[in-house]
């Protein structure tokens, strides 16, 4: 009987032993899974700010007509945050990805994939309000100008009101296109990082 109670603990002692590791290589692979998931997110970000950089460099833009319906300044300006935006992010992802990749400890590898996260949601919003704020502050500047006047007086007494409303409702189809894009980019790492999360917080 002894025997028996002695056989007994051993056998619950190495089922406990058995259950941390499977917990312990689950976490690991989790832990691989994210540092390689925040990796890709460094990289596209890296990929994203070439692109638009190459589309800057090899657009013309008419810099005399901007000068004369008062938009120089405000694009040279825009054109300034959308480097400076995704450099800020680029470091951000990057801190990220260095946070994660030395993590150990799993509610730090939590804290890491929330921040993570929050990082990716914060930069499509600051993307979306830069865009919206050019398009809308942008319009309200040129229509000003005196080349545009025939344009407005073409829509009758209300012009303005029809013009801010076709202005409006193209930025707001601008920033539906620009969401579905960055979803498309990242939402996908986005629910691979969500999923790894649920497996944390299950165990």
């Known amino acids: 009987m002894e025997n028996l109670k002695k056989y007994k603990k051993v056998w619950q002692e190495q089922e406990y032993k058995d259950n941390q590791l499977d917990s312990n290589t689950i976490t690991k692979m989790i832990h691989r899974r994210s540092s390689s998931i925040v990796k890709w997110l460094f990289y596209i970000s890296i990929i994203e700010f070439v692109v638009l950089t190459l589309i800057n460099i090899f657009a013309k833009n008419d810099w005399e007509m901007l000068k004369d319906i008062g938009l ?3 694009i040279v300006g825009i054109s300034i945050l959308t480097y400076i ?34 990082t990716v949601k914060n930069y499509i919003l ?16 040129a229509i000003q100008a005196p080349e545009y006047a025939d344009i407005i007086e073409k829509f009758g007494e209300n012009g303005q009101l029809i013009v801010w409303g076709i202005v409006v409702l193209f930025t707001f189809l601008a920033l539906g296109v620009i969401l579905l894009v960055y979803l498309l980019i990242y939402g996908i790492l986005l629910k691979r990082l969500k999923a790894n999360y649920k497996e944390l917080i299950s165990d």
């Open 126 to 141: 600051t993307i979306l309000a830069l865009y919206a704020f050019a398009i809308l502050y942008g319009f309200s500047i």
């Open 72 to 74: 120089y300044h405000f």
């Open 85 to 118: 935006v995704p450099i800020i992010f680029i470091y951000l992802f990057y801190k990220n990805y260095k946070s994660i990749s030395v993590t150990n400890n799993t509610k730090e590898l939590i804290r890491s994939i929330l921040k993570t996260r929050q």
